[in-house]
């Protein structure tokens, strides 16, 4: 059950519509999960300083139970992130940001229990 959180200074208006489905589809297809179990959560017009400036940027988070764990994992994985941002939102590479989470099953609650013991 990955979750995405995509932050960017970008004014709402910015942001082209439907990049949270364009977003939810391309994470399922680069950490080979299904895209009903994909939760994406898109905050735009947020106040950010990156590398010391203000121009357009995009934090990414990404959690995940058993496909962000490793660093080769990892480089993998944000490659695609980073071509399919560059690609949607017109930023430059140095303009992103993404972060890894590794998550546990028991780090994730879902019909009144956790993932442990579904």
């Known amino acids: 059950m990955p979750f995405v959180e995509l932050e960017t200074n970008l004014p709402a208006s910015r942001v082209p519509a439907g990049l949270e489905k364009r977003l939810c589809a391309a994470t399922a ?3 080979d999960k299904p895209e009903d179990r994909v939760s994406v959560t898109l905050r735009p017009g947020m106040t950010i300083l990156m590398n010391g400036s203000t121009e357009p940027c995009v934090q990414l988070m990404i959690s995940s139970i058993g496909v962000v764990g490793t660093a080769e994992q990892n480089r993998n994985h944000s490659s695609r992130f980073f071509e399919f941002l560059t690609k949607e939102l017109a930023l430059d590479q140095d303009r992103i940001i993404i972060r890894f989470i590794p998550l546990e099953p ?8 956790v993932m442990t013991f579904l």
Not at 106 to 113: E, R, V
């Open 29 to 31: 297809s680069i950490l």
């Open 106 to 113: 028991w780090q994730i609650g879902k019909k009144g229990t």
